[in-house]
């Protein structure tokens, strides 16, 4: 299951991406928003990344205007690695080296082909579980206990 967030900035972008994963017949559930009215990226992103933390979902697709403000947002959760990603390398690397769980979008700056092609690389590569980037993982969620 994905989860999928948007703010007013990012709500058409994530329009794509559910009409993209219908037609995958992929399973999502939509945390919202669910129009365009002005509202704030954290309550929204707070749900997909909650999500993830119970079980839920297993990735997470969210989207804001940049993609920068929700990606700072749900990365403040302890089991949320997200990736503000602007092309498909990006996104496969965030998979392959870092097990990003949740890909971040800008729909103000990103076009809707090249986000589906974003997507659809997060969604298909697997995390390498290469021995470095699992040591670099656990360093990342020691530092989280750490505070």
């Keep these: ?12 972008l994530k329009m794509a991406v559910i009409a993209h994963l219908q037609e995958r017949e992929l399973a999502f559930k939509d945390y919202g928003c669910y129009d365009k009215q002005s509202c704030d990226y ?6 997909a990344a909650l999500a993830i933390e119970n079980g839920e979902c297993e990735r997470g697709i969210v989207v804001c205007t940049t993609g920068i403000g929700i990606s700072i947002a749900v990365n403040r959760f302890p089991a949320i690695r ?23 979008l800008g729909g103000g700056i990103t076009e809707d082909a090249l986000a589906l092609e ?3 690389t997060f969604l298909n590569t697997p995390f390498s579980n290469e021995e470095k980037h699992i040591r670099r993982i656990k360093k990342m969620s020691a530092n989280e206990q750490d505070g």
């Design 1 to 12: 299951m994905i989860a999928l967030a948007s703010d007013h900035g990012g709500y058409d």
């Design 82 to 104: 997200c990736a503000l990603c602007t092309s498909a390398h990006m996104a496969r690397m965030s998979r392959e080296h870092n097990d990003a769980n949740i890909l971040a």
């Design 42 to 47: 954290p309550d929204f992103g707070k749900a």
């Design 118 to 120: 974003i997507v659809d």
